[in-house]
């Protein structure tokens, strides 16, 4: 009997390059949030999907700055060879080696929208590429119920609205939620919005403890002891603040305490965990290994939440993931985007081992999201599925993403198939 049988291969192209990129800035409906998407063309007829991680704050517009600037990177390159060009992105932009947010983010999107391509040529799941599949089904927390949950946009002032908001998220079957009960003052304006200034960088008054405890208290409350509180403060806190405001926390179980302060100095969040024994946790404004490094040596983390299309994609996203395991530190990717960053972190999260919950923002319940793109991935029972079609799982809706088209650039690459990869010009020389 033959020990070695012969394996039937897979047909796939020899060489294609990528022949033209399209970018869609969508300004949808929900005040305040708009996704910047980017297609990836070959010369074969497969495309990818990417999404900078720029829907929310001031960024949108610099996102499709960048996609213009990088796409010189992508064009004419063979989309099979992502490590490279994700290399190249880095090094030859001057600005990759210590960007931060909008390099990092068009850099995002590119590699996602390769590795899009690339499952897509193999006829196979991203999921399957980085390795299969450690978890089956991912369990899911629903995120931001200050601003309600479900259909019906709230702005919760009152413990009660908190409550209300959790039960409603409960009886859709999930058994985490997650707050930040300092967000939304008790006059109903909103941190940090531009004309409010609550400043909470020295030590929180008595009051504005009060308020977030009252809310918590009240979340607890409607959801039993066995519905686990995820606190997030968007890091509007001082180190004292923070500091202060985690022990008033401690009597109500939290789950992980998120972003309490500005994740930039690890010695501040060194000084937090020291303090506390909530687990801590950030990433949402952390870019590519290099951002984590510190707080995980220092021990300061317990969770890392790394936005996949903003660290540095799919390729950077599971180095950072494989970083945090080293320290014990489980991870959450941040998802508060369209629906192919929903997608990516399905793939990304089947396949690590040191998971531990998937994030769905209230933004993705949104009609005008969710109509971005032909598969709506929403969790059942508070559980997500992983997507099992080729590459991403995902495709634009024509109908609805193409008016939000701002920008087509195409290749002046003769569409011939080449072993040798064509020089990126206009490279930075300083």
């Known amino acids: 009997m033959n020990p070695y049988p012969t394996v039937k291969l897979l047909n796939c192209i020899a060489t294609m390059i990528v022949t033209k990129i399209e970018i869609f800035d969508c300004e949808v409906s929900l005040v305040g949030f708009n996704p910047v998407m980017v297609r990836v063309h070959t010369d074969e007829g497969i495309s990818g999907l990417g999404e900078v991680g720029l829907a929310y704050g001031a960024g949108a517009k610099a996102a499709v700055g960048i996609l213009r600037d990088l796409a010189r990177f992508v064009l004419g390159k063979d989309p099979m060879n992502v490590e490279a060009i994700w290399e190249e992105m880095y090094r030859r932009t001057y600005w990759g080696m210590g960007g931060g947010p909008v390099i990092y983010g068009g850099i995002s999107a590119y590699d996602i929208a390769l590795w899009d391509i690339r499952g897509k040529v193999l006829k196979a799941p991203i999921y399957q590429l980085l390795g299969g599949k450690t978890n089956d089904k991912l369990r899911t927390y629903a995120s ?3 601003f309600g949950w479900g259909g019906t946009p709230l702005l919760a002032v009152h413990p009660s609205q908190y409550a209300e908001g959790a ?16 967000q939304v003052g ?22 504005e403890i009060q308020m977030g405890v009252e809310r918590i208290a009240a ?19 001082g180190t004292n603040a923070a500091i202060q405001f985690a022990m008033a926390l401690e009597p109500y179980n939290i789950m992980f305490y998120e972003e309490p302060v500005n994740p930039l100095n690890a010695n501040n969040f060194a000084r937090i965990a020291e303090k506390t024994t909530i687990p801590l946790a950030t990433g949402e404004r952390s870019y590519t290994r290099w951002g984590y490094r510190e707080l995980l040596e220092k021990q300061a983390l317990a969770v890392v939440q790394p936005d996949l299309c903003l ?21 959450q990717v941040h998802v508060c985007g369209g629906p192919v960053s929903t997608a990516a972190s399905l793939h990304l999260e089947a396949v690590i081992p040191n998971f531990i919950i998937h994030e769905h923002h209230t933004y993705a319940l949104k ?14 029972q508070g559980q997500f599925t992983i997507p099992n079609a080729p590459g991403l799982g995902q495709e634009l809706n024509e109908v609805k993403a193409m008016q939000y088209l701002v920008c087509t650039i195409e290749s002046n690459e003769k569409k011939e198939r080449s072993e040798t990869a064509q020089p990126t010009q206009g490279e930075y020389n300083y």
């Open 311 to 331: 660290v540095g994609g799919i390729t950077e996203g599971k180095k950072i993931c494989d970083l945090a395991n080293l320290y014990d530190a489980t991870v």
């Open 219 to 237: 979340i607890r409350e409607a959801v039993g002891p066995n519905v686990d509180i995820i606190c997030e403060i968007h890091a509007n806190l």
């Open 167 to 182: 039960r409603l998220a409960i009886a859709e079957g999930y058994d985490a939620i997650k707050v930040d009960p300092l």
């Open 367 to 380: 009609p005008c999201i969710r109509e971005l793109c032909v598969n709506d991935y929403q969790p059942q």
């Open 186 to 207: 008790r006059d109903g304006s909103v941190t940090p919005d531009t004309g409010v200034k609550r400043q909470y960088f020295g030590l929180l008054r008595h009051d």
């Open 144 to 146: 931001q119920i200050q």
